[in-house]
């Protein structure tokens, strides 16, 4: 009988860890780098630390059926035993290569990166009301009563020297006689001073010419409109007695109108005094209206978190009227010359901002940008990351990111980045109330690096088609969990109470452990999954994870 060669066991280990790399790679796009020291570690496993056995620095050895396999060193493959080739160390870096052909099968666009004039439109609800520099009131100087009164409804046109109304006054009548003994006596100071003395009780120079002309006095004389406009508030009738101040009609002038906005805080730095407007109202479709921004006001509305603005506007027609709704565009040029982009070409993760760089041939590189404010027509200034006449990713960067962040996982597991000797950790308050790292008591980090052994036991068996062991581990995840939950944390007292994901592993678990389908089985064993990343990003990885292949 043929004994086994020498390198059978190390063959057969190189298997099983290969295995569990494919996976932690998995877990490592999925949980981030608390999962890719152990990645790192297991890489380390497959290398060998002795330097002998490594191909020159920085090179690199794949196999072309399994290019999952990436040794430091030339040789066979663990899994097919075919010879490996020489990897290119470019391929780790972020930068991505991809055929033309395939790019434009992928829908990738680009877009070039431009200086431009970065402007914004803002968008506001307002209501119609009138200018109140264009407000009169007709009020009245003297006591008497109104013989006759012409302009006699609300809403009435008037024009100035309009009659609005006829007065009986004595003290008007009495002002009459004076003037008229004053012209019959030909004294020039005493014409002049009858004469104003008319004209202060509103008398119109029309009135006075014809009282000149009659000789004698009237009993009524007629008022008139020394404003053009809107009659809009009306308190005169027919034979009523007046006194001094009587308010009889408001008149305003309807020929411009302010349309009073609401404003959002977010919004005050974009506005200006001076700004171009532009009004839209639903009864008049098609129609637009140009105004611009007149006042904004010094207070904000504590209630709705609003600040008003005033906006005046032409009137052509009198179309516009008090009290109606209209839609406000107000455009702000918040600077003349900036470098943009597309919007749809910058990828936020929330922590970073990152836009693809078409360096030609098929070649992308991911860029950190930091960027500006957001302008019209969907582009985002750039501060800092990219220069004009640069080409960007504009459509299928998606694909691209995912491609970009597995090199670059690569890449720091290539170089040793992470760290092999990571240990678990916490989040605990230090006396001082800032938050410090400590590690997990001994029997929940030995608890936890088991549970995530059965974690990939299960990932393994549902990987390959069987269920076969699968409720016995999702088993020991439960008792792995039940474990960490009687392990107090010192001085985090309520840390198990805090992470309620713990509780959601032990229930999928109990569920998996009933053996269900293989196809439900997988749709529990997902879920499972995303609330074990959100314990271990808290938690950190047990050491014992990235040695015990």
């Given at each position: 009988?043929?004994?086994?060669p ?6 057969g ?6 295995v569990t790399v ?13 999962l ?17 056995e ?27 035993h075919?010879?490996l080739e020489?990897?290119d160390?470019?391929?780790?870096s ?26 914004r ?5 307002g ?9 009169r009131?007709v ?11 012409d ?5 009435a ?12 006054s ?8 004076e003037?008229l003994?004053a ?7 005493l014409?002049a ?5 008319l004209?202060?009780?509103d008398?119109?120079?029309?009135e006075?010419?014809a ?9 009524a ?8 406009g809107?009659?809009v ?20 002038d309807?020929g411009?109108?302010w349309?009073?906005?609401s ?13 171009a ?7 008049f479709?098609g ?8 006042y904004i ?5 504590e209630?709705t978190?609003?600040?008003?603005a005033?906006?005046e506007?032409?009137?052509?027609g009198?179309?516009?009227k ?5 839609n406000?565009?107000i ?6 010359d ?27 590189e991911?860029?950190?940008?930091r ?5 019209e027509?969907g582009?985002?200034e750039i501060?800092d990351?990219?220069?004009?006449g ?7 960067q ?17 170089r040793?980045?992470?760290?092999a000797d990571q240990?678990?950790?916490v ?15 001994d029997?929940a ?7 995530l052994?059965?974690y990939f036991?299960?990932?393994g068996?549902l ?7 699968v409720?016995?581990?999702?088993e020991?995840?439960a008792?792995d969990?039940?474990t960490?939950?009687a392990?107090p ?6 840390f198990?109470?805090?992470?309620d ?18 196809a439900?089985a997988?749709l ?5 999954s995303v609330a074990?990343?959100r ?5 950190g ?6 040695v015990?292949v």
């Amino acid at each position: 009988m043929t004994a086994s060669p020498p390198d059978a066991p190390r063959r057969g280990r190189l298997r099983l860890v290969l295995v569990t790399v494919a996976v932690t790679l998995l877990a490592v796009l999925l949980l981030g780098d608390a999962l890719s020291s152990a990645a790192s570690g297991v890489w380390r496993a497959i290398a060998g630390d002795d330097a002998a056995e490594r191909g020159p620095a920085g090179t690199y050895y794949t196999c072309g059926m399994h290019p999952w396999v990436v040794l430091p060193h030339p040789g066979d493959c663990p899994i097919c035993h075919m010879k490996l080739e020489k990897l290119d160390p470019a391929k780790f870096s972020a930068e991505i290569a991809i055929d033309p052909v395939v790019t434009q099968n992928m829908g990738v666009r680009v877009a070039p990166v431009t200086r431009a004039p970065l402007t914004r439109t803002l968008r506001a609800v307002g209501s119609v009301d009138y200018d109140e520099t264009r407000v009169r009131d007709v009020n009245l100087k003297v006591a008497g009563w109104l013989e006759k009164v012409d302009v006699d409804y609300l809403g009435a046109p008037v024009e100035a020297g309009d009659p609005l109304f006829e007065l009986y006054s004595p003290e008007l009548f009495s002002a009459q006689e004076e003037y008229l003994s004053a012209l019959r006596r030909g004294t020039p100071d005493l014409v002049a001073a009858a004469k104003d003395r008319l004209e202060l009780f509103d008398v119109s120079d029309a009135e006075i010419a014809a009282l000149a002309e009659r000789g004698a006095p009237e009993k009524a004389l007629t008022i008139a409109s020394r404003w053009s406009g809107v009659v809009v508030e009306k308190s005169a009738y027919a034979g009523m007695r007046v006194e001094p101040g009587t308010k009889l009609y408001r008149v305003a002038d309807m020929g411009k109108v302010w349309v009073m906005v609401s404003l959002y805080e977010y919004q005050l730095p974009y506005v200006a005094e001076g700004q171009a407007a532009v009004m839209k109202l639903p009864y008049f479709p098609g129609q637009e209206f140009e105004g611009r921004v007149i006042y904004i006001y010094p207070t904000l509305d504590e209630k709705t978190r609003e600040v008003r603005a005033r906006v005046e506007f032409d009137n052509p027609g009198g179309l516009l009227k008090p009290g109606m709704f209209a839609n406000v565009e107000i455009r702000a040029t918040l600077a003349r010359d900036r470098v943009v982009v597309p919007r749809e070409a910058v990828i936020d993760t929330g922590e970073r901002q990152v836009a693809f760089v078409s360096l030609g041939e098929g070649r992308f590189e991911p860029r950190d940008v930091r960027l500006g404010p957001e302008g019209e027509g969907g582009v985002v200034e750039i501060l800092d990351g990219l220069k004009p006449g640069e080409k960007v990713v504009v459509s299928g960067q998606f694909l691209l990111d995912s491609e970009a962040r597995m090199r670059e996982a690569l890449a720091k597991m290539m170089r040793g980045d992470l760290a092999a000797d990571q240990e678990a950790t916490v989040a605990v308050a230090d006396t001082g109330g800032a938050a410090a790292a400590a590690p997990l008591p001994d029997a929940a980090a030995t608890a936890l690096a088991d549970l995530l052994d059965a974690y990939f036991t299960i990932q393994g068996a549902l990987a390959g088609d069987t269920t076969d062991g699968v409720a016995a581990a999702a088993e020991r995840v439960a008792r792995d969990v039940d474990t960490m939950l009687a392990t107090p944390i010192p001085g985090s007292d309520h840390f198990w109470h805090a992470h309620d994901e713990v509780a959601t592993v032990r229930g999928k678990a109990l569920a998996l452990a009933k053996g269900p389908p293989i196809a439900d089985a997988r749709l529990v064993f997902a879920e499972l999954s995303v609330a074990l990343s959100r314990f271990v990003r808290a938690t950190g990885v047990p050491a014992a994870v990235s040695v015990e292949v």
